[in-house]
């Protein structure tokens, strides 16, 4: 059967099957991002900390404390190296380290020497905990929390401590003050501001192309991930006018077994132009699968983590060339943009045998957001973690050199000033991924440090209905 053999493909390309979100996300675990962003108190505000750790020690005019010292900086991850994002994350730790590896040969932050640790998660929101537990007494910053629900299940700790962390995960309530309080730095823009970008561009695309507004459908997996971008989505065709024609929103299971028949009929009988699909990689082919077997023409799109390019390697590939538009929050490896030269360099001279990975671009702009936030702790005299807090939340206009848009976390109580709206959207393109090797490849032996075969289509945008939107918390909150 087809949604059968796609799916068992897309699990052995990809490395495991699963439930939440990432970028180029492998599959995930059978547990959604179904829990809630914890309660925090309301009389506690967005630019204030609770942290009550004293100053150890100064060096000069520094002054420092939990995981600083005279001589070294401890950055911490808290990352997923054996569970269902275990192929993506483990590339995202390889750019941080090579990273850290350059910022020390350059000197470190304020003449001090960056220690990177890392713990390993298994993509288990109890097991994240645990292991926050582990770190919490030696890290001065933590820059990956991989994760939607992992990273909401250690807010109240990270409160406690003063720490600020950078979430894998684009959930739109690290933007709400009264979730996180200042303690998760987004990178890029979030599910539900993606998804109204989405909608919009490919509704004028294919208007464009046919005459005629497109209808759709929204599917997705439940909870902030699934639910945050269906409701971006949604109230995009709500606002521009369009058919809802069939809503799945919350309907799709991550379960390795289960072929989705409901929502496949759904979206088949629905007649549907286009779909938007809120899911992973390996239910994403089984998805589209299915819908091709059961004679659905339609195109398809949806949030980045939907989509791995891996899934070029399966019987889907060729269905992907053909009819999937996918979104970017930051451009994808290889990509003729300033910035990716260097991050090409480093990878190719430190890690040649690896494969090439969207996914190091990820790393890559974590350790630039984590080193500006440092830079700017130390340039202050207060490398306390109430310092570094206090830096990261002054950030405004953070560049990336056409890698990724800016990034901005002040000022901290309005997010609608603030808020990254723009998007990338790519094409991927079977013939450019076979021509570099395929599966095959490494950035050493592939020319240019091969590719992932998505193909820029446009560059940063924001749409109008994303413009406009008047962003004060998150758009989903369970």
């Given at each position: 059967m087809v949604i059968t053999m796609v799916l068992g493909m897309l699990v052995a390309a990809c490395g495991g099957d699963g439930g939440d979100e990432t970028t180029t996300a492998p599959p995930e675990t059978d547990?959604?991002?179904?829990?809630?962003?914890p309660d925090t108190p309301d009389e506690t505000e967005p630019d204030e900390t609770t942290d009550t750790t004293e100053p150890m020690d100064s060096e000069g005019d520094v002054t420092?404390?939990?995981g600083v010292t005279e001589d070294t900086i401890t950055v911490g991850l808290l990352a997923d190296l054996t569970g269902a994002?275990?192929?993506?994350?483990?590339?995202?730790?390889?750019?941080?380290?090579?990273?850290?590896?350059?910022?020390?040969?350059?000197?470190?932050?304020?003449?001090?020497?960056?220690?990177v640790e890392v713990l390993d998660t298994s993509y288990d929101p109890d097991q994240h905990r645990t292991q926050y537990e582990a770190m919490r007494d030696s890290v001065a910053i933590i820059s990956q929390s991989t994760g939607s629900p992992h990273t909401a299940n250690i807010i109240d700790l990270m409160l406690e401590d003063g720490l600020v962390a950078i979430p894998l995960s684009w959930y739109s309530g690290w933007g709400d003050p009264s979730i996180d309080q200042g303690t998760a730095l987004e990178q890029q823009t979030n599910y539900c501001l993606e998804g109204m970008n989405v909608v919009e561009?490919?509704?004028?695309?294919?208007?464009?192309?046919?005459?005629?507004?497109?209808?759709?459908?929204?599917?997705?997996?439940?909870?902030?991930?699934?639910?945050?971008?269906?409701?971006?989505?949604?109230?995009?065709?709500?606002?521009?006018?369009?058919?809802?024609?069939?809503?799945?929103?919350?309907?799709?299971?991550?379960?390795?077994?289960?072929?989705?028949?409901?929502?496949?009929?759904?979206?088949?009988?629905?007649?549907a132009d286009i779909v938007f699909a809120t899911t992973n990689a390996g239910n994403l082919g089984v998805l589209m699968g299915g819908a091709a077997q059961a004679g659905y023409q339609?195109?398809?799109?949806?949030?980045?983590?939907?989509?791995?390019?891996?899934?070029?390697?399966?019987?889907?590939?060729?269905?992907?060339?053909?009819?999937?538009?996918?979104?970017?929050?930051?451009?994808?490896?290889?990509?003729?943009?300033?910035?990716?030269?260097?991050?090409?360099?480093?990878?190719?001279?430190?890690r040649?045998?690896?494969?090439?990975?969207?996914?190091?671009?990820?790393?890559?702009?974590?350790?630039?957001?984590?080193?500006?936030?440092?830079?700017?702790?130390?340039?202050?005299?207060?490398?306390?973690?109430?310092?570094?807090?206090?830096?990261?939340?002054?950030?405004?206009?953070?560049?990336?050199?056409?890698?990724?848009?800016?990034?901005?976390?002040?000022?901290?109580?309005?997010?609608?000033?603030?808020?990254?709206?723009?998007?990338?959207?790519?094409?991927?393109?079977?013939?450019a991924y076979e021509a570099a090797g395929g599966a095959s490849q490494?950035?050493?032996?592939?020319?240019?440090?091969?590719?992932?075969?998505?193909?820029?289509?446009?560059?940063?945008?924001?749409?109008?209905?994303?413009?406009?939107?008047?962003?004060?918390g998150a758009c989903f909150t369970g």
């Open positions: 547990a959604p991002a179904t829990t809630a962003a420092f404390d939990v994002f275990a192929p993506l994350v483990q590339d995202i730790v390889a750019a941080q380290e090579v990273y850290w590896d350059i910022v020390n040969e350059n000197g470190g932050i304020a003449g001090k020497t960056i220690e561009f490919l509704s004028n695309m294919y208007e464009e192309d046919n005459g005629e507004a497109p209808s759709w459908a929204v599917v997705s997996f439940p909870g902030e991930y699934g639910q945050d971008s269906a409701f971006g989505a949604k109230h995009a065709i709500s606002e521009l006018g369009l058919e809802l024609a069939y809503d799945g929103e919350g309907l799709v299971t991550p379960a390795e077994d289960d072929p989705e028949t409901e929502v496949i009929t759904g979206i088949v009988e629905s007649g339609g195109l398809w799109t949806g949030a980045v983590p939907s989509y791995d390019f891996r899934m070029l390697d399966t019987a889907v590939g060729p269905v992907l060339d053909a009819s999937y538009f996918q979104p970017g929050y930051n451009v994808s490896w290889g990509t003729d943009v300033p910035g990716m030269a260097d991050i090409v360099d480093a990878m190719l001279a430190a040649p045998d690896l494969r090439p990975s969207d996914a190091f671009v990820l790393g890559w702009l974590e350790g630039q957001t984590t080193e500006e936030v440092l830079r700017v702790a130390a340039e202050s005299g207060d490398m306390t973690r109430n310092g570094i807090r206090e830096a990261a939340l002054s950030i405004e206009g953070l560049g990336f050199n056409g890698v990724a848009p800016d990034q901005s976390y002040s000022p901290p109580d309005d997010p609608n000033s603030y808020v990254t709206r723009e998007i990338a959207m790519f094409k991927p393109s079977l013939e490494t950035i050493g032996s592939a020319p240019d440090g091969g590719t992932t075969g998505s193909e820029l289509i446009a560059d940063f945008f924001v749409g109008d209905v994303a413009a406009s939107y008047d962003f004060q």
